[in-house]
């Protein structure tokens, strides 16, 4: 039982470069979440989904996309990286009632 | 708007002694309330929780004390380890099928030797 795992764990890019981030669980659980994190400002949800195929809004979702194609994953793509996307990004996924649990995050540094 | 307000950005406390961190929320549909403990290089663990409908939680050193009147939650971690030192988020949720998470900014806990 790995939880959540998150690929790439780095990643540098250009600006206006496009790129996937991977997030996997393996509990069966069917929301999942996209944060990020950046200094002095905490979490903040990008996008998530309650479902396989659903996806929804978060707090700061522009410049991002997200699918749910499987159960198991939850893809958060970059079209067109900006500076202003520099950040650490962590996936989360939980049963509902139960508390979430985080993937290790993603270093993304857009030059 | 800030929802969720950790009103300390650090904390600094000698080993064994009791560290007691703070957080504010505004949302009255707050009804679940989290504390997640992040070491450097690693995602947030779950760390506590409790229900609006308790006002206390307690699980081994770390305590969650809820006081809905004054829309106030704390964490009381006695005695304090070494450990310990890392950023404790605070998150609260509102009742709801979408189980979204509100967080604070963090406090970063020192606890020295």
């Known amino acids: 039982n790995a939880g959540v795992t998150q690929t790439p764990k780095f990643r540098v890019l250009k600006t206006g470069q496009s790129m996937t981030l991977l997030c996997a669980q393996d509990?069966?659980?069917?929301?999942m979440y996209w944060y990020r994190q950046d200094p002095g400002m905490g979490l903040r949800l990008i996008h998530y989904?309650?479902?396989?195929?659903?996806?929804a809004k978060g707090e700061v979702p522009d410049g991002y996309n997200v699918s749910r194609l499987k159960k198991q994953n939850f893809l958060l793509g970059l079209e067109s990286a900006a500076p202003s996307q520099t950040s650490v990004y962590f996936c989360?996924?939980?049963?509902?009632?139960?508390?979430?649990?985080f993937g290790p995050g993603t270093r993304l540094t857009v030059t | 708007d800030q929802q969720v307000k950790q009103n300390s950005p650090s904390l600094s406390v000698q080993e064994g002694r009791i560290s007691i961190l703070n957080c504010d929320y505004t949302?009255?549909?707050?009804?679940?309330f989290l504390w997640y403990k992040k070491y450097p290089a690693e995602g947030p663990t779950f760390l506590i929780s409790?229900?609006?409908?308790?006002d206390k939680n307690e699980d081994g050193r770390f305590t969650v004390f809820l006081n809905k009147s004054a829309k106030h939650l704390s964490l009381h971690i006695v005695p304090s380890q070494p450990g310990d030192s890392a950023v404790y988020f605070c998150?609260?949720?509102?009742?709801?099928?979408?189980?979204?998470?509100?967080f604070g900014k963090g406090t970063l806990l020192t606890v020295n030797p």
């Open positions: 998150a609260a949720r509102p009742g709801g099928s979408n189980y979204k998470l509100t």
């Open positions: 989904s309650v479902g396989e195929g659903t996806t």
């Open positions: 949302n009255s549909m707050f009804d679940y």
């Open positions: 509990m069966n659980h069917e929301y």
């Open positions: 989360a996924s939980t049963l509902g009632l139960t508390p979430q649990y």
């Open positions: 409790i229900s609006s409908i308790k």
